[in-house]
């Protein structure tokens, strides 16, 4: 199989590092911003952050038509700056976290699955990112 070209999504979250970390970090923050659209939600999250700890978010169709677990274990934990991990498939995703002015800029670099088309992919990652930067800074 060839591999895949890595995808990047980013954005800058008008909030410091300290609790942009935070609230990326924790279950009950994860469960309420992890969706790339409102026809979606986390109903639980598990969340062990330390080299070889896991990490479990159960994704769902509202409707219930459709729900998997993204989940994954950490091969890096910087803090403030770095979490890498490796997903249940092997494929691997690394996301840096860079403080510049009270503002915080997310980047997230993952291997794409081979299923869905990686602009699709892309559009579905940057949508949960995105959801994430509005979660922070309404809270």
Do not use: C
Request: no cysteine; charged share 20%; aromatic share 12%.
């Amino acid at each position: 199989m060839t591999k895949l070209t890595r995808i990047t999504v980013e954005a800058t979250v008008n909030a410091p590092v300290a609790k942009v970390w935070k609230t990326w970090n924790t279950p009950s923050d994860i469960m309420q911003w992890n969706t790339p659209d409102p026809s979606w939600h986390t109903p639980s999250s598990e969340n062990d952050l330390k080299v070889g700890g896991q990490f479990k978010n159960r994704m769902e169709a509202k409707d219930g038509s459709f729900g998997f677990d993204f989940e994954g274990i950490y091969d890096s934990v910087v803090l403030y700056q770095e979490i890498t991990y490796t997903m249940g498939d092997g494929r691997q995703a690394t996301t840096l976290f860079t403080e510049q002015g009270g503002r915080t800029h997310i980047a997230t670099t993952f291997d794409p699955e081979t299923e869905n088309e990686p602009e699709f992919q892309k559009q579905g990652w940057q949508s949960i990112l995105n959801n994430f930067v509005k979660y922070v800074e309404s809270n």
